[in-house]
């Protein structure tokens, strides 16, 4: 809260008492009547110590700055210039940095989409080729549905985030990329050494195998 100084009341208040005790032949005033006078001088307007809330006290200051900011072209009109281009500036780059936020995000917004289709789109694979894991170990083609399983997998992980997948990459150079993880990397090499054998050998798998390797599926997930 606000208030005026006390020195400076008293000040006023002395000046306005100067008057009343001016003449010489005037008798000297009790001290109930100076009392009486003095609450009479603070009782006058310009000495009420009202209570200025902060928006009125904000309001003042606006307006005593705005006023300031009038006259400060003929008062000092280097101030003013130096001012003016300093806020022209300032509002110049606010402009360019709203565009460029803008554009950003008008840019990234595409990319964004193609992010999340190929999410979606890897997620549709894993689970395309689990279905035709499941059809192929029903034809009794369990090598086939190794294949897939490990394809599944390969997507997965892609999908999720938890390596990515290249297809130029051989099953081995794919398995080479889970070194910091030898548990995930030994579970896989169960696939990648049963495809070697059966797949690339062309020698059927035996229903066990299928199920090794499905059980393995289902745990990496």
Not at 52 to 64: C, D, H, Y
Request: hydrophobic share 45%; glycine share 6%.
């Amino acid at each position: 809260m606000i208030r005026c100084s006390c020195s400076h009341l008293l000040i006023a208040a002395a000046v306005a008492l100067i008057p009343a005790f001016a003449a010489a032949d005037s008798p000297q005033p009790s001290e109930a009547e100076i009392r009486q006078r003095l609450k009479q001088v603070f009782a006058r307007p310009e000495f009420s110590l009202q209570d200025m809330t902060f928006l009125e006290w904000l309001r003042e200051q606006v307006v005593r700055l705005f006023a300031w900011l009038g006259g400060l072209r003929d008062v000092n009109p280097v101030l003013f210039w130096l001012l003016l281009v300093g806020c022209l500036v300032l509002l110049l780059l606010l402009g360019i940095q709203i565009g460029w936020t803008v554009r950003r995000a008008l840019a990234g917004s595409p990319r964004l989409r193609e992010v999340a289709e190929g999410q979606v789109k890897r997620q549709r694979q894993s689970l395309a080729y689990r279905d035709e894991a499941r059809r192929r170990a029903a034809q009794g083609d369990f090598t086939e549905a190794i294949r897939f399983l490990f394809l599944s997998l390969v997507y997965y992980f892609d999908e999720s985030g938890r390596v990515g997948f290249q297809q130029a990459y051989t099953n081995r150079e794919y398995l080479s990329l889970f070194g910091d993880r030898p548990e995930v990397r030994e579970e896989l090499a169960v696939f990648v050494d049963t495809l070697d054998d059966h797949w690339y050998g062309q020698r059927p798998t035996d229903p066990a195998q299928y199920e090794k390797c499905l059980a393995l599926y289902q745990s990496l997930k």
